[in-house]
Nanobody, 125 residues
Framework: QVQLAESGGGLVQPGGSLSVSCAASGTIFSINDMGWYRQAPGKERELVAAIAPGGSANYADSVKGRFTISRDNAKKTVYLQMNSLKPEDTAVYSC???????????????????WGQGTQVTVSS
């Protein structure tokens, strides 16, 4: 089994910065893409940013230029640095990881999606 432990988040004023991190642990051979999603009240969950093992990243248009995703493969951790935050960034942020649990699973291309429990980010004055 795999666990994703998120940390960070909280309350910040508009224009401020905040960072969140997510560390994976458990039965892990390799991690493919890692990402951050968010869900605001009354809205569907949306992808914020994702990053491949080699470091290539993609972002939602709404956060481009303001958010930066990064990862430390040795620590099995993904980070999201959020700058110039807006009230509309308020949401529960959850991390996601595509995990191969063994060499066999890796060779068979069988990865499993895992989710963190979510952390609240509130942007308000």
């Amino acid at each position: 089994q795999v666990q994703l432990a998120e940390s960070g988040g909280g309350l910040v004023q508009p224009g401020g910065s905040l960072s969140v991190s997510c560390a994976a642990s458990g039965t892990i051979f390799s991690i493919n893409d890692m990402g951050w999603y968010r869900q605001a009240p009354g809205k569907e969950r949306e992808l914020v940013a994702a990053i491949a093992p080699g470091g290539s990243a993609n972002y939602a248009d709404s956060v481009k230029g303001r958010f930066t995703i990064s990862r430390d493969n040795a620590k099995k951790t993904v980070y999201l640095q959020m700058n110039s935050l807006k009230p509309e960034d308020t949401a529960v942020y959850s991390c996601n990881a595509e995990v191969y649990s063994s060499l066999l699973e890796f060779r068979m291309g069988r990865k499993v999606n895992y989710w963190g429990q979510g952390t609240q980010v509130t942007v308000s004055s």
